[in-house]
């Protein structure tokens, strides 16, 4: 019985053009992140699954993707409680380890694990793929990769300035133009669920709050009230997520509500300081908005958070986003260890710029030349020249048979290589070769000894 060919749900296979984009923004990103002071880090495919559980929320956790235990520790699975439906004590059971969900958790655990060979603040990057059990749709997959910058073991409201100041500078450097960067403090939130009289329930605040854009302010309203929130908190919530103004005035209006919440009035005064920096810096790139909606339902956040939008031109969900975590590293043994990271959504930054058409033209790299194939004499000679050219740094290939001329000529074609180099019995005599344009169809005879200067 034949396989069908497919790829799993969510993943996809790249082509030679694909992966010539791909790299080209990886590039431009690390060069970005370098250029910044960050320095590449790698972490495994999968962790511990101790390690990744119980951060990300129940919806996060949700997701992890967990590797099933092989061998021996098959044996150890919970069927007891397989029978009485206890399913998250079974899983546990028949799974230790679990594909990465996001770049931040592992990083937590390298700079617990390694915390002696760093320099604090340690600035890191990070470029690899994550896995998420989530319904594939545009622009969402279920691996994807992610590429993060992280600063941590430092406090002070200049990493967030330089955290923007790097999502400005790559922007700019990949063209994209109409970048919107909405921003928010979860100490205001925190502050928020306080006026509600729900600062017990911040996590599940926050978390509904984030599907705003998803479900709408009803949607959000109707959730919050079937998870317990009253009325009288909904409704004083619903003139909340309706204010107006520039980023001054909202933050002037949430000072007059959060009086009686220190935690919401802090991240007020921190919100304000970062935006203050910022009007002295010209982004070239990015433009920034105070939006109360933003929740970024993540577990760890504890400070400023940011989301990056799309230009309003291409139909796409957030394109980045992060914010600031102080105590990402606890559960590792490591205390007070602030940080602050942000994301670049690789995948989606690829749609943008492919329906953009910002990739530049150039970048899919093909042999410089072929050497055709007319039999074993001639072919000897063509592979000694070509192994030269190559030692010379010229990309080259020689077509594996003596198949007729025509069919040779038009691989040449179909792979876009614009020199044919042409070694006949005829040529070797004469101690020469044919140059064939494949652009301009000419045909030109040289010696031998010349074709080094050729391509140089």
């Known amino acids: 019985m034949s396989i069908k060919p497919a790829t799993p749900k969510g993943t996809r296979d790249f082509s030679s053009d694909e992966i010539a984009k791909r790299n080209y923004l990886k590039t431009v990103l690390q060069l970005s992140f370098e250029k910044f002071g960050f320095q590449p880090i790698e972490t495994p495919s999968f962790e511990r699954l101790e390690t990744l559980t119980g951060v990300y ?4 956790d949700r997701l992890v993707f967990k590797i099933l235990n092989s061998g021996e520790k098959v044996k150890k699975a919970d069927i007891e409680a397989l029978r009485k439906e206890e399913y998250q004590k079974f899983s546990k059971s028949v799974s230790e380890k679990a594909l990465r969900y996001d770049l931040t958790v592992p990083f937590a ?5 390694h915390q002696n060979n760093l320099t604090f603040p340690f600035r890191r990057y990070q470029i690899q793929p994550v896995w998420r059990a989530d319904r594939p749709q545009h622009g969402r997959f279920q691996e994807f990769y992610q590429c993060d910058a992280d600063i941590v073991g430092d406090r002070s409201l200049w990493q967030e300035i330089e955290m923007i100041s790097l999502y400005d500078y790559a922007f700019k450097e990949l063209n994209i133009e109409g970048i919107v960067l909405k921003i928010n403090h979860r100490k205001i939130l925190t502050g928020i669920a306080g006026v509600l009289g729900a600062g017990e329930k911040l996590s599940t605040f926050t978390i509904v709050l984030d599907k705003l854009d998803k479900i709408g302010s009803q949607g959000v309203l109707e959730e919050l009230k079937s998870k317990g929130f009253s009325s009288d908190s909904l409704t004083h919530l619903e003139s909340l997520l309706s204010l107006k103004g ?4 909202q933050l002037d209006t949430l000072k007059i509500i959060l009086k009686t919440e220190p935690e919401g009035l802090k991240g007020i005064e921190e919100l304000e300081f970062v935006l203050g920096q910022l009007e002295a810096i010209e982004l070239k790139s990015v433009s920034i908005t105070f939006d109360l909606t933003l929740a970024r339902g993540l577990h760890y956040y504890t400070g400023l958070i940011v989301e990056v939008k799309a230009p309003e ?7 980045g986003g992060g914010g600031r975590y102080d105590d990402l590293t606890d559960s590792f043994g490591l205390k007070n260890m602030s940080g602050i ?7 989606r930054i690829y749609i943008v710029l492919d329906e ?7 970048l899919y790299q093909t042999s410089s030349v072929l050497f055709a194939n007319f039999g074993d004499l001639a072919a000897k000679k063509a592979f000694q020249l070509l192994s030269e050219m190559r030692r010379k740094g010229i990309s080259g290939e020689m077509y594996p048979t003596p198949a007729k001329l025509k069919k040779q000529l038009s691989y040449a074609d179909s792979k876009k290589i614009t020199k044919v180099i042409l070694i006949g019995s005829e040529e070797l ?6 140059m064939k344009d494949m652009v301009s169809g000419e045909q030109i005879s040289h010696p031998i000894a010349s074709l080094m200067q050729l391509f140089t």
């Open 356 to 362: 953009l058409r910002l990739f530049p033209k150039t």
């Open 57 to 60: 929320g129940e919806e996060g």
């Open 313 to 319: 031109s291409i139909a796409m969900g957030s394109i």
């Open 429 to 434: 005599n004469q101690n020469r070769f044919v």
């Open 246 to 249: 520039s980023a001054k005035e």
């Open 109 to 113: 655990r390298y700079v617990a694990q």
């Open 341 to 347: 990271g942000i994301s670049f959504g690789f995948e």
